[in-house]
């Protein structure tokens, strides 16, 4: 069965950073795209990222120039890497493998880790 375990969640300040991780078993990671989902109490699922597995990557426009999506194979991980954080990026972040991106995918996979940044 398909696992992804989120982790590296917290609380900083806004312009604070924050690195995501995922682990990832039970199929083949390697050829498989991966991504990044977030969603806010009483707000929609949205996507955030996504990495293939040739490494080309998608950012949401409202992430773009400050998140970074990356992968290493060998470890089974996908992170995100978040920099200059908003409070408008407040929201359990949840670790997907593709599949079709426009199905929304939080809390589908794993738990999520929680991310917070105050103002």
């Known amino acids: 069965?398909?696992?992804?375990v989120e982790s590296g969640g917290g609380s900083v300040q806004a312009g604070g950073s924050l690195r995501?991780?995922?682990?990832?078993?039970?199929?083949?990671?390697?050829?498989?795209d991966m991504g990044w989902?977030?969603?806010a109490p009483g707000n929609e699922c949205?996507?955030?990222?996504?990495?293939?597995?040739?490494y080309r990557t998608y950012?949401?426009?409202s992430v773009k120039g400050r998140f970074t999506i990356s992968r290493d194979n060998a470890k089974?991980?996908?992170?995100?890497?978040?920099?200059?954080?908003?409070?408008?990026d407040t929201a359990?972040?949840?670790?997907?493998?593709?599949?079709?991106?426009?199905?929304?995918?939080?809390?589908?996979?794993?738990q999520g880790t929680q991310v917070t940044g105050s103002s």
């Open 1 to 4: 069965e398909v696992q992804l």
């Open 20 to 32: 995501l991780s995922c682990t990832a078993s039970g199929f083949a990671f390697d050829e498989s």
């Open 37 to 39: 989902y977030r969603q």
């Open 46 to 54: 949205d996507l955030v990222s996504t990495i293939r597995d040739d």
């Open 59 to 61: 950012y949401a426009d």
């Open 76 to 88: 089974n991980m996908v992170y995100l890497q978040m920099t200059s954080l908003k409070p408008e």
């Open 92 to 110: 359990v972040y949840y670790c997907a493998a593709g599949g079709s991106w426009s199905v929304a995918q939080c809390n589908y996979w794993g």
